[in-house]
């Protein structure tokens, strides 16, 4: 008679334990803090700003609906804003270190110290756009304009933050592999960054009659200039 090995013997409790070790190892107490407080800040916009919070997103697609939130006067700096940018800002720190690491750059360095620098990037990147849009207004002297243009920039970041916040509890919590996340994830801010040049141009051109010129001046200052800066400090090349 032949004796069935156990199905709890060393190896195969071993290998699932390694199972376990690898699916959680992801796993840290800062990161779960920093989504938790991202998930409050969520529900505190949807409980005191629900119709603002769907003219937001509704202004991935319309520009009219940017200009509502501006009509009932939106600024950078109040809690509806702010809560917004900062679940920009640590989804984002959170979502570039996981692809730093996940990419291999940045070898020498902890990753909270990663997080750290991703956060501070994207601080810096928002300062420059602001400072180089007022510069720009003054230049071409379309101020209303370039007002506009970065109001419609913070809505982008806003809901872009929301779809880093998904990305990273999915990254952090889920089964889900990160081969398939980040490019998922960088395809999505990619589309809001496409659609937010296609209002731009269409309604700088046509509401503001601003020239080819004008356009491109903005498109390389205001742009690309700040988002291949970010880039090489994510990259760290």
Not at 159 to 166: A, D, E, Q, R
Not at 175 to 193: K, R, T, W
């Amino acid at each position: 008679m032949d004796i069935v090995p156990s199905i709890f013997v060393e190896h195969e409790l071993a290998l699932k334990h390694n199972e376990t070790l690898i699916r959680y190892e992801s796993y840290n107490l800062p990161v779960f803090i920093s989504l938790f407080i991202c998930c409050a800040l969520v529900m505190y916009i949807y409980l005191c700003y629900y119709k603002k919070s769907l003219q937001v997103f509704s202004s991935v697609v319309s520009y009219g609906a940017g200009q509502q939130i501006q009509r009932e006067g939106h600024s950078f700096f109040r809690p509806f804003s702010v809560s917004f940018f900062l679940i920009y800002m640590i989804c984002g720190a959170i979502f570039f270190t996981d692809l730093s690491v996940y990419m291999g750059w940045f070898r020498n360095l902890p990753t909270g110290i990663i997080t750290l620098l991703c956060a501070l990037a994207i601080d810096i990147l928002v300062l420059i756009k602001g400072v180089l849009s007022n510069l720009l207004g003054v230049i071409i002297k379309e101020n209303n304009a370039t007002k506009d243009s970065f109001s419609q920039y913070a809505f982008s970041l806003y809901s872009g933050g929301l779809v880093m916040l998904i990305l990273c509890l999915l990254l952090h919590y889920s089964n889900f592999s990160a081969m398939y996340l980040f490019p998922v994830g960088l395809g999505l801010l990619g589309i809001l960054f496409m659609l937010r040049m296609i209002k731009i141009v269409a309604f700088g051109y046509l509401q503001y009659g601003f020239s080819i010129f004008h356009l491109l001046l903005y498109l390389c200052v205001i742009e690309i200039i700040p988002l291949v800066v970010f880039v090489k400090v994510i990259v760290g090349s």
